[in-house]
């Protein structure tokens, strides 16, 4: 399943409705989602609850972050000068294949074999560990749940919990199974999972000799990259071995060293709902005699600049990839990340994905999958707008049809010109109510008066599949108003 | 006060009992209705299904209906957060109505919150995702339902998670939706009360239709039509 | 066009025009609370961190002590700690460099800090005397931090703002833990499992 080829969008990824439906019929998929996300929930709101500063540090994040957008070109290059100043090199790939060719190019050029990464969005996106495999290079992804998709031959279906989808018992298998040296009475205790995954890559750790990690944030006017994490893996990684890549989306930069401190307030509590994660590394290019003396820093364009472009679906680049808006999300809740065919799920990537990739065919139904509910905008620590956003992305979905018959594009047609006069509503009202008097269904319990309509014709069966409608009134509103309301 | 009621064409073509219920209650409070018959659609299905230039006639022709009027009640929160949060945007610079959703105009304009309603019933309260995270409804709704004498309100369970409507994602994701809407059903069922009330037909027309399609004994209602419930004149 | 430019054209395209807007910096810049102290030893307490609060002059004595305890008598040192600290057990030095291996053997290491904050109970090494270079503080399983009074800052922009970015740094809240299974938080991954702290007053 991972072999299958990534450019954001897993290959031949199904439309949104299409792939819920695999999920929503795994009623184990549903208990797991349920039971992570409802945890999670309440350690953010805990953590978010104790800062009577939120509001200001979700208005501070979001201005940084935009400010950033604004002279992004003038903060890469400060960047840039920066990190080769401090003895780092940087590279520019306009997109995945160039970036993959730069990475496997380092790789071969140390001689190694193997290397250790550290978990990494940008690196998923691209599909690097596939385009390493391909030239022979073996990448060891070493954070938990990253090992756990990887053993699994699985995909990533949460950004920051990608084996959100498998409980514990589903990991001890695996892990007997997978892991050389597990011991032979395993049990599904989270610490004696997470023992076997120490021994595992301890090893790898300390003979590693090239890691590749991605970044939170690259602070542009010091050339300082920072990466957030909780198991060590990082450090390790970021420490031990001499040479480190990192990839890095061009959005990730932050203009100050100062504006440091609201992401390190924001992210983490929104995040894993702690206070602070257990580890942040800090470094800026090379440092003699502490961590790797080889850094290249890959700087990653694959669709950015096209979203960068667009004055609404820019505010998705604002992103810091804290998850929060798929851990509130009910949608999410009940596909599971996997539906959304990217390596983005969730509301986030509802409005990611279209932007990366605009031409797969996930990407036009996934603005469409959102009841607009409006929950991943009230969590969302850098204030992105994603139900705006996907109504300007359903808007383009629509736009870029146009001139191509549909039913549904009749039906709305037709609404909007019944809606368009009150005459001609009154008119469909009119004939609404005539089918009133014809003796459809029972009398529905659920609204006294009218009766219950279990099957509609057209597209209105997708409704009547799970859901009655009560028969049409005997009179509408403006019709009672004219002839008895007004005068009352 | 006199008041335009927008009714909203959901309410107009199929729950003109929620209009009516809006006549009554305001008229009991002592202010005159008037329902502008040029009124149609906010445009919300089509802005929200990605037809903003549909839309945008249906935004023009709600700004010229209601011009002029001091105050414009609208018995659904989420028609009211599109008129007032979007319709801005669709169609930049146009004279926007002061719009009200009914529970902003009862509290905020009008200043009461005991109605003088009179419901005997055990009642759940869904807030709708608009009414909740649009409009920052707050607490009117049930502050209004506590007054009403002889009701009794249960707490919902999970209230302020969406209940899987979201206009024509009901349609399109109808798996998505009816799963969404099965689980704020069971919570809604687990209340045990015999009435279930929101401020928008829309999400009850949805969750309404599931607990029918399941026979559960719950009937449900629009808000104003609780609120506009007396001894004389029961819902 | 080479790719450094044409991504940098096709951003300056995509941002013509676009203003960028002011920061408004309203949040807390310092703490409420006036008992940093206090604040930082519980909240460092959270996250199962073991602490101790002493005074300064019986820091050598309460390291003695809390290596004893556990029987640790191999211990990285980085260059700069006071030499006091370490008396009665193996003190191994940094200068030369010890290898991975000596690291993952040795029972512990002990540092200082640059920086602790109080609000989240984190304690931010730099690579300044007494913390050494960063793998110092990574591979041995054991992790002893004293923090000196002095240097607890209330709240994150307190801490960012006496911090040199261009040092090399590691943020600790706590051992490493994970909670990549059902989101059930578990200490002690690939980092020290166990992370005492003692702050000197």
């Not at chain 1, 072999?3 to 439906?21: H, I, N, Q």
Request: charged letters at 25%; proline letters at 7%; glycine letters at 8%.
């Amino acid at each position: 399943m991972s072999g299958e080829r990534t450019d954001v969008v897993w290959l031949g990824s199904p439309a949104f409705p299409k792939a819920a439906e695999k999920a929503l019929a795994d009623d184990r998929l549903r208990g797991n989602l349920r039971n992570a996300t409802t945890t999670i929930r309440g350690k953010r709101a805990r953590v978010v609850g104790e800062r009577p500063d939120w509001a200001e540090l979700r208005d501070a994040g979001a201005a940084i972050k935009d400010a950033t957008l604004a002279d992004l070109a003038g903060h890469l290059e400060r960047l840039e000068a920066e990190v080769t100043a401090a003895g780092g090199t940087v590279h520019w790939a306009r997109d995945a294949a160039e970036a993959n060719r730069i990475v496997t190019g380092l790789v071969k050029a140390t001689g190694e074999t193997e290397v250790v990464k550290v978990k990494s969005m940008a690196t998923q996106e691209i599909g690097l560990n596939e385009a390493l495999a391909a030239e022979g290079v073996t990448a060891h992804e070493t954070d938990l749940a990253e090992l756990i998709v990887q053993l699994a031959d699985d995909r990533p279906s949460h950004i920051l919990v990608p084996a959100i989808h498998r409980n514990r018992a589903e990991i001890r298998e695996l892990f007997a199974r997978q892991v050389p040296g597990a011991p032979a009475d395993l049990t599904d205790d989270p610490a004696a999972l997470a023992e076997v995954a120490r021994r595992y890559l301890r090893e790898r750790f300390l003979a590693a000799r090239v890691a590749i990690s991605g970044a939170n944030f690259m602070v542009a006017e010091t050339g300082t990259l920072v990466v957030l994490e909780s198991e060590g893996n990082g450090r390790m990684c970021l420490t031990l071995p001499e040479t480190l890549i990192s990839v890095v989306g061009i959005e990730k930069t932050i203009p100050t060293w100062r504006d440091l401190e609201v992401f390190l307030q924001l992210l983490p509590r929104s995040s894993t709902g702690e206070r602070m994660n257990p580890y942040t590394t800090v470094w800026t290019g090379v440092t003699p005699g502490d961590g790797p003396q080889d850094f290249h820093l890959v700087l990653l364009d694959n669709g950015r600049t096209e979203a960068l472009a667009d004055e609404i679906g820019r505010s998705a680049l604002r992103c810091i990839r804290c998850s929060a808006c798929l851990n509130v999300c009910p949608v999410y809740e009940r596909t599971g990340g996997h539906a959304y065919g990217s390596v983005y799920p969730g509301p986030i990537g509802a409005i990611l994905t279209p932007q990366l990739r605009p031409d797969e065919e996930v990407s036009a139904s996934l603005p469409f999958a959102s009841s607009l509910c409006g929950a991943c905008y009230e969590v969302c620590p850098v204030k992105i707008d994603i139900p705006r956003a996907l109504i300007h992305l359903r808007e383009k979905a629509v736009d870029a049809k146009r001139g191509h018959p549909s039913a549904e594009r009749a039906a709305m047609k037709l609404a909007a010109w019944t809606l368009g006069n009150p005459r001609r509503l009154s008119a469909a009202q009119n004939v609404a109510s005539l089918t009133a008097r014809l003796p459809l269904g029972r009398p529905s319990r659920t609204w006294p008066g009218r009766r219950r309509i279990k099957r509609l014709p057209g597209p209105g069966r997708a409704w009547s599949r799970t859901r009655d409608v009560p028969s049409p009134p005997p009179q509408s509103f403006r019709r009672w108003w004219r002839e008895e309301g007004e005068e009352q | 006060m006199r008041i335009a009621l927008f009714l909203t064409c959901v309410n107009d073509t199929m729950f003109p009992g929620t209009g009516k219920a809006v006549v009554k209650l305001l008229r009991r409070l002592g202010h005159t209705v008037v329902f502008p018959e040029e009124q149609t659609c906010c445009g919300q299905m089509h802005l929200n299904s990605g037809y903003r230039r549909e839309c945008e006639p249906l935004v023009r022709s709600f700004a010229a209906t209601f011009a002029g009027f001091d105050a414009v009640v609208v018995p659904s929160a989420s028609c009211a957060g599109m008129i007032r949060e979007l319709h801005p945007e669709v169609v930049p610079g146009l004279a926007a109505p002061p719009v009200h959703e009914l529970t902003e105009l009862l509290v905020d304009v009008l200043g009461v919150e005991d109605v003088g309603a009179y419901f005997p019933h055990t009642v759940t309260y869904h807030p709708t995702c608009h009414s909740l995270r649009m409009l920052g409804l707050g607490d009117r709704p049930t502050r209004l339902l506590r007054a009403v004498r002889g009701l009794e309100l249960l707490e919902l369970p999970g209230a302020e998670e969406c209940c899987g409507f979201g206009g024509t994602f009901a349609m399109k994701n109808a798996g998505v939706s009816a799963a969404m809407g099965a689980d704020k059903a069971a919570n809604v069922r687990r209340t045990g009360a015999a009435v279930l009330a929101a401020a928008d037909n829309s999400c009850l027309v949805h969750l309404g239709g599931g607990l029918s399609r399941d026979g559960a004994p719950v009937r449900v209602m629009h808000l104003a039509e609780i609120l506009a419930s007396t001894e004389e004149d029961p819902a | 066009m080479n790719a450094r430019d044409e991504i940098l054209s096709r951003v300056r395209k995509a941002t013509a025009g676009v203003q960028a807007p002011e920061i408004p910096r309203a949040y807390a810049q310092t703490s409420p609370t006036p008992d940093l102290l206090t604040l930082f030893a519980e909240r460092v307490a959270d996250y199962r961190a073991i602490v101790h609060q002493v005074p300064a002059t019986d820091l050598a004595t309460t390291v003695r002590q809390v290596l004893a305890v556990r029987n640790a008598t191999r211990i990285a040192v980085p260059d700069g700690l006071p030499p006091g600290w370490t008396t009665g057990v193996t003190a191994l030095s940094d200068t030369p460099p010890l290898t991975p291996a000596d690291l993952k053997d040795c029972d512990g290491v002990i540092t200082t800090c640059a920086v602790a904050v109080a609000e989240t109970g984190t304690i931010v090494l730099d690579a300044g005397p007494g913390q050494g270079r960063r793998a110092l503080s990574l591979v041995p399983d054991y992790h002893l931090c004293v923090v000196d009074a002095a240097k607890i800052a209330g709240t994150v922009p307190e801490a960012t703002a006496r911090l040199d970015p261009r040092r090399p740094q590691t943020w600790i809240s706590g051992p490493s833990a994970t909670s990549d299974i059902e989101l059930h938080r578990v200490e002690g991954v690939h980092g020290p499992r166990t992370l005492e702290v003692i702050i000197a007053t």
